[in-house]
T-cell receptor
Framework: GAGVSQSPSNKVTEKGKDVELRCDPI?????LYWYRQSLGQGLEFLIY????????KSGLPSDRFSAERTGGSVSTLTIQRTQQEDSAVYLC????????????FGPGTRLLVL | LAKTTQPISMDSYEGQEVNITCSHN???????ITWYQQFPSQGPRFIIQ???TKVTNEVASLFIPADRKSSTLSLPRVSLSDTAVYYC??????????????FGKGTRLSVIA
């Protein structure tokens, strides 16, 4: 079946511009995660959605970062006024109900801020 | 949320067995242990999951002692293609609350010819 998809796969933007990253989780998965990974670094948790509960935003690095999940499915991560240090791979993952340990990852969006 | 500790990096020659140990001293009764593998430029992928004793699949084995305060991922006869970062994750799969499961820095395994 279809896995987690993300778009765009690559994004180059200028400092100060806003960007939107999209994630389509696996159908039926109730949990959705956003992570960030800088070159050579481990995964950095950003935000977590679980069903209709309020999202856990504790990992968002600044108020320039926001995310929403519409209809319990597609999610959009928005970065406003991008900075060069925002350059990284942004990974989205989803997990099925009652299997929160098993996260299925998308291919990621590679963001480069010039 | 149980915190995990893994070695930052490991080196191995091709054909050898590699064991990566993860410490999780404050693991809770309902927590499971899950390992992920991440190749360069790809997202992490699920390898194996277990609760106690030993679990084996086509990719790896997972050994969990009785006290469950640690676990060891065993990769038999590694090849160059096993070069990746391996993440240990501990949490309760039945937790439908608002606690996310997050990854640590993982163990960077380098397999040498």
């Amino acid at each position: 079946g279809a896995g987690v998809s993300q778009s765009p796969s690559n994004k180059v933007t200028e400092k100060g511009k806003d960007v939107e990253l999209r994630c389509d989780p696996i159908s039926g998965h109730t949990a959705l995660y956003w992570y960030r990974q800088s070159l050579g670094q481990g995964l950095e948790f950003l935000i977590y959605f679980q069903g209709n509960s309020a999202p856990d935003k504790s990992g968002l690095p600044s108020d320039r970062f926001s995310a929403e999940r519409t209809g319990g499915s597609v999610s959009t991560l928005t970065i406003q006024r991008t900075q060069q240090e925002d350059s990284a791979v942004y990974l989205c993952a989803s997990s099925p109900p009652w299997q929160q340990e098993t996260q299925y990852f998308g291919p990621g969006t590679r963001l480069l801020v010039l | 949320l149980a915190k995990t500790t893994q070695p930052i990096s490991m080196d191995s020659y091709e054909g050898q067995e590699v064991n990566i140990t993860c410490s999780h001293n404050n693991i809770a009764t309902n927590d499971y242990i899950t390992w992920y593998q991440q190749f360069p430029s790809q997202g992490p992928r699920f390898i194996i999951q277990g609760y106690k004793t030993k679990v084996t699949n086509e990719v790896a084995s997972l050994f969990i002692p009785a006290d469950r305060k640690s676990s060891t991922l065993s990769l038999p006869r590694v090849s160059l293609s096993d070069t990746a970062v391996y993440y240990c994750l501990v949490g309760d799969p039945l937790n439908s609350g608002n606690t996310p499961l997050v990854f640590g820095k993982g163990t960077r395994l380098s397999v040498i010819a």
